[in-house]
Structure formats: structure tokens, C-alpha cells
């Protein structure tokens, strides 16, 4: 499979062949969607949840998020692979944004950095880390690193003014040279409203029909715990079929049934001999 750039993004979105990302976050999972033949690779900050074990994406750092992108990268080979930067490493100002970007190209191998929201501040880091040559992905809608301002991980453009506010910070999001849009948790109708008034793809989560779309790898392979988020479709059990594996191995250790002859290795009788020899000198 040839590799996949930004040009062959964007005609995809003119002649409406759609754009399939899914996130990863080490190296199988990288593997995994390259043979699968996915477009995009998301390292997303859900790996501060899915893989690490944060409560949040907010507690993940830098460094963190780097070793599971450098993991990916070196899974990657046709899929376009773009890199969350995490929160609190873009916030102080455009020199911070984009030296926090610069590490995720020189030392992860990202093709792009993903960016959360569009108000004045992330507009203006957007522009600048375009301006020192990094593509940029930007996000609106549900912006989990800022949930809480949001009042929850709740979706957002069910209302005149946050519909408004979806639709003026993508737009904002395209200006500042991003070229291609994430929209979380938006209704279809907006989103509809988005594609219209954009000229870059929309890469939908939770977001309806779109350019693009893009899900967690944990969630559409069934291996997060509890209850996913409504827009959410499983497409394995992985999670299940771990813990089943895992308890199968556990009864057979505990009722002696592994190892079994197959699983050992023998030794002639003269090294049997020698290795009590040596254990009788000790």
C-alpha cells in the first residue's frame, strides 16, 4: 500500500472516498492497522486512560506520550500517522506549542500533531506550528483535555450558542491552516453544517456521517471496561476473550495440566549427573 499523505487525504474528502483512522498505542497495535489497511494513525492521549491508567487524558505528559508514539512509528509504514500533544504542553504560549510539536516529528516520526480546540489561544499555536512546517489536525466539539470546562464529556452543539461555537472554531481551525478537522460528540446535523462550510475533511467521532471517521482501539475491539460512550460500535470481544484465556492458563497451572511433556525440554543423562555433581560441591 503506497503511503498516505496529506494531497491523498484531501482528494479523498473532494470525491468522497472515506478516511479511516483508528488510534494505537504500541507496537502490535500499530501492526494491527497497517494490515488492515486504515489510512490514518491516531497516538491519541486516550492511551493516558486506555494504556496507563489515568482517570483523565489531562495527567499524561510529554515524555509519556512520546514512547507510545515512537512504539507506533515503528509499526507505521503506508498509514498517515499523527500524534496528540498532550495537555499543558501548548498552553503557556506559540514557542512552547511548537516545540512540543517539534519533538513529536524529530523524535517520534509524527506526519502531524493533533491539537485540541479553537478559541483565540489555539488558533494562534495552530498558525505558528504550521509556520515552523508541521501539519496540524485540529479538534473541536467534545475536547476531553478541557472537559470540564465544557461541563462533562458531554456532547456539544445541542444548543443555538455551542452550535454556533462548533461551527465559528472550526472554521478558525481551517484558517489557521489545519488540514483536517476531528469533531467529537456533535450532532449530525452540525456536523452536516461543518462539511458545507469547510473545505478540509471532517473526521467524525460521535460526529454522524463525515469525510472520515475515527474510534478508539480499545473500544471497537470490546477490550474497555464498562460502559463506552454512544457512539461506540464493538467489533470483537479482545477483552473478554483475554480474561477467558488468561483464567483457562490459571486452571491448568493450578491443576497441573501445564506445563505438560510438549512444553519441556530434556537433558542426557550425563548433564543430569553432572548438575547433581555440581549441586552436592556447592
Known amino acids: 500500500m503506497p503511503k498516505v499523505t496529506i494531497p491523498s487525504l484531501l482528494e479523498r474528502g473532494r470525491t468522497g472516498e472515506a478516511i479511516v483512522m483508528v488510534t494505537a498505542y504500541d507496537f502490535p497495535g500499530a501492526r494491527a492497522a497497517e494490515r488492515a489497511g486504515v489510512d490514518m494513525v ?3 492521549d486516550s492511551g493516558a486512560q486506555v494504556v496507563l491508567g489515568y482517570p483523565s487524558t489531562a495527567e499524561v505528559t510529554v515524555d509519556e506520550m512520546l514512547t507510545l508514539a515512537k512504539a507506533v512509528r515503528r509499526g507505521t509504514e503506508s498509514a498517515f500517522l499523527v500524534c496528540d500533544v498532550p495537555f499543558g504542553s501548548t498552553e503557556q504560549s506559540d514557542a512552547q506549542a511548537v516545540a512540543t510539536a517539534v519533538r513529536f516529528v524529530k523524535e ?3 506526519d502531524a500533531v493533533k491539537l485540541e480546540g479553537g478559541g483565540a489561544a489555539q488558533l494562534s499555536r495552530i498558525g505558528a506550528i504550521v509556520a515552523a512546517g508541521i501539519p496540524v ?6 475536547t476531553p483535555q478541557t472537559a470540564t470546562a465544557l461541563g462533562g464529556l458531554r456532547a456539544q452543539g445541542r444548543t443555538e450558542a455551542s452550535a454556533a461555537r462548533v461551527v ?6 481551517q484558517r489557521a491552516g489545519a488540514f483536517c478537522v476531528v469533531a467529537e460528540a456533535v450532532p449530525t446535523e452540525v456536523t452536516a453544517v461543518l462539511r458545507e462550510a469547510l473545505e478540509i475533511p471532517v473526521i467524525g467521532i460521535g460526529a454522524g456521517p463525515a469525510e472520515g471517521q475515527v474510534l ?3 473500544d471497537l475491539l470490546g477490550v474497555t471496561e464498562g460502559r ?6 464493538r467489533y470483537g470481544s479482545i477483552g473478554d476473550d483475554t480474561v477467558a484465556a488468561i483464567s483457562a492458563y490459571a486452571d491448568d497451572v493450578r491443576s497441573g495440566g501445564f506445563p505438560g511433556p510438549e512444553h519441556q525440554y530434556t537433558a542426557s543423562p550425563e ?8 549441586a552436592r560441591d556447592a
Open 271 to 278: 548433564a543430569v549427573a553432572a548438575a547433581r555433581a555440581a
Open 168 to 173: 465559528e472554531e472550526a472554521i478558525g481551525v
Open 42 to 44: 491516531l497516538v491519541g
Open 228 to 233: 463506552t460512550a454512544k457512539f461506540v460500535k
Open 137 to 142: 489536525v485540529g479538534h473541536v466539539g467534545l
Open 216 to 218: 478508539v482501539l480499545h
Open 108 to 110: 517520534a516520526g509524527a
